[in-house]
Nanobody
């Protein structure tokens, strides 16, 4: 059974940094795409970043501020978030899919974690 468990959420001031981590278990994830989505109150889930086959993908609003990285040996994926803005406030979800990781569609991603709240205060 696939499990994705996020950690690292919390409250941070605007301009600050936060690092999210996700531990994947239940199978070997070396061939999987791993990534992050987020959902702000009253909004749809939004693609944030993904890592697959040595490549990384970002949504425009976080490009240059967020960095996704993964540890293939430990089946973990992290999201380093710098220069945080109040509009980054959301529940952040770790996701996994056995295919091309460039898709921005939530339906493409087969596995989802429970999410971790990130709140950025002005």
């Amino acid at each position: 059974q696939v499990q994705l468990v996020e950690s690292g959420g919390g409250l941070v001031q605007a301009g600050g940094s936060r690092r999210l981590s996700c531990a994947a278990s239940g199978r070997t994830f070396s061939g999987y795409a791993l990534g992050w989505f987020r959902q702000a109150p009253g909004k749809e889930r939004e693609f944030v970043a993904a890592s697959w086959s040595g490549r990384t993908y970002y949504t425009d609003s976080v490009e240059g501020r967020f960095t996704i990285s993964r540890d293939l040996a430990r089946d973990t994926v992290s999201l380093q978030m710098n220069s945080l803005k109040p509009e980054d406030t959301a529940v952040y979800f770790c996701v996994a899919a056995l295919s091309d990781g460039s898709s921005r569609r939530p339906g493409f991603w087969a596995y989802w974690g429970q999410g971790t709240q990130v709140t950025v205060s002005a």
